[in-house]
Nanobody, 123 residues
């Protein structure tokens, strides 16, 4: 079992920055990759970014160049630095952990999920 808790969400003006954190506990040594997804009202959950235990990172085109995913060495905490935020980035952001490589950009690739944190970007 892996437990995940996100933090760092909030209200920010367009062009501003936020840093989300995801604290992992439990069998984190089994974690192959960590990912961030988001879901805006009335929309499906979408991939934002992922990082493998090797340190390789992957981003959705919509956030490439603005968001940066990082982790501590033990994969106990994963961060999402979000810069140049836009109103369309408004969503609930979820952290997820994958125990095996089934893929990195789809929700069914991940085994555990956090409860989410709200990010609101005002125009």
């Amino acid at each position: 079992q892996v437990q995940l808790v996100e933090s760092g969400g909030g209200l920010v003006q367009a062009g501003g920055s936020l840093r989300l954190s995801c604290a992992a506990s439990g069998r984190t040594s089994s974690t192959y990759a960590m990912g961030w997804f988001r879901q805006a009202p009335g929309k499906e959950q979408e991939f934002v970014a992922a990082i493998r235990w090797t340190g390789s990172t992957y981003y959705a085109d919509s956030v490439k160049g603005r968001f940066t995913i990082s982790r501590d060495n033990a994969m106990n905490t994963v961060y999402l630095q979000m810069n140049s935020l836009k109103p369309e980035d408004t969503a609930v952001y979820y952290c997820a952990a994958a125990l095996s490589l089934l893929g990195l950009t789809t929700t069914d690739s991940y085994d555990y999920w956090g409860p989410g944190t709200q990010v609101t970007v005002a125009s």
